[in-house]
């Protein structure tokens, strides 16, 4: 089963920057896609970003396209998701989650992805 943990969240100004991370138990993540979602109360969870295996391709929500950028760092199974400019249309819980083995085009819907971690608490007040 794998395990993957959120950290690094937290409260902070609109304007400032936050950089999570996402730690995966299991070795074998580094040949998946991994994704970052987030669910803000009362909505529905939403994609924000996802990143390919190799780091090559990246893809973001128009929300925060130029603001957030995802990496990863295959050899320590982690993902990160550096967020600049924050607003207080960020404030969410944040998932990192990777994607379904056999999944190779789809990166947005939730369905696409197979672990999820707890989830991090950003929150951004104005």
């Known amino acids: 089963q794998v395990q993957l943990v959120e950290s690094w969240g937290g409260a902070v100004q609109a304007g400032d920057s936050l950089r999570l991370s996402c730690a995966a138990s299991?070795?074998?993540?580094?040949?998946?896609?991994m994704g970052w979602f987030r669910q803000a109360p009362g909505k529905e969870r939403e994609f924000v970003s996802a990143i390919s295996w190799s780091g090559g391709t990246t893809v973001y929500a128009d929300s925060v396209k130029g603001r957030f950028t995802i990496s990863r760092d295959n050899a320590k199974n982690t993902v990160s998701l550096q967020m600049n400019s924050l607003k207080p249309e960020d404030t969410a819980v944040y998932y990192c989650?990777?994607?379904?083995?056999?999944?190779?085009?789809?990166?947005?819907?939730?369905?696409?992805?197979?672990?999820w971690g707890q989830g991090t608490q950003v929150t951004v007040s104005s």
């Open positions: 989650a990777r994607r379904r083995a056999g999944m190779t085009q789809e990166w947005t819907p939730e369905n696409a992805y197979a672990y």
């Open positions: 299991d070795r074998t993540v580094s040949r998946y896609a």
